[in-house]
């Protein structure tokens, strides 16, 4: 049986790659602050644990899957919040890959996440792996996280960053905050609505995530997005749609930053059409390319 150790796993994104990973047969030991939380889950195939040194000495780790950190819309961005968003995600990225260095861990694969805002905000150009970044605070965020989970490569065989991009599913995530306007009628156009928003249904991400650690030609930078990224004001329409329900809201570029501040700023007032290149090159299918099926799948 595969072990894996998974931060981030109590997540959004990370509850639901548990229980698939759990159904694929892996062993898993989930990372998390709040141990005791979860220990009603704990079985022979999961284990809750806050302490790395409470693991057994054999553990024999096939890889690591780090998701933990801040979530982005928390609190609003002042200085002292963009340090915790660092620093949740590169100093627990370093307590992991020193305890696994110093346990001389040899693992197959680390599949850590990051972000499209890697990419920074940019206009509509399509944004593959090897494209230039943009400086911006979500850049310097994502680049941090993956510079210190470069360090990984001195216990595992394989590096993978996966940049992900909106994940979209109705219990979490960015979808579920937006349910409720839509519902009411009040979705619609963000600023100019012509910034791209690259997109991921979470069961292709979570598909993509296993497929990583499966594919030992995969390593390096890899963008998590479905091939269709589109404009927010397409977006905001194919979400009307869906729900049958009106799209006439705008909400101004300057109340937008009003309400939300910078991370509005970032990342729903701009945008970046990444393309998964890696993915697409090497065999991996979408199950959700389009929007619209994605959306369907989700909410009807
Ligand atoms: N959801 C998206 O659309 C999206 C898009 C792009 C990238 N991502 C990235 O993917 C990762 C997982 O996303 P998600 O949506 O599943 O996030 P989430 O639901 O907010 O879960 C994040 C996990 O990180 C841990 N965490 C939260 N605050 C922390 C802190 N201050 N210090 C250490 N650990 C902390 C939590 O684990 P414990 O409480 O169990 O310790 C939690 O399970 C995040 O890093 C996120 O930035 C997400």
Redesign the pocket.
Known sequence: MRQLLV????????QALVRHLLERGYQIY?????AQR?QAKNSAQLHYFSDLDSLPEALDLYGVIN??????D?KRWNAKQKQ?LI???VK?TEQLTHWLIHRQATLKVWVN?????WYGPQSDQPLDENSAPVESFSHQLCKQWEEAAAKATQCSERLVLVR????LEAD???LAAMLLPYRLGLGGKLGSGEQVWSWIHRLDLIRLIEWSLEHSNISGPVNAAAPQALPQADFARALAKTLRRPCFAHMPTGIAKLMLGEFAEEILLKGQRAVPSKVNTAGFEFKFPELRAALNAILT
Do not use: K
Request: charged share 10%; net charge neutral.
């Open positions: 931060t981030g796993g109590t997540g959004f994104i990370g989930v990372w998390t602050r709040h979860w998701l933990a950190g801040e979530s982005l928390a915790i620093d949740s995600r627990t996440g990051s972000a499209v805002g992900i991009g909106i994940v979490g995530g960015p």
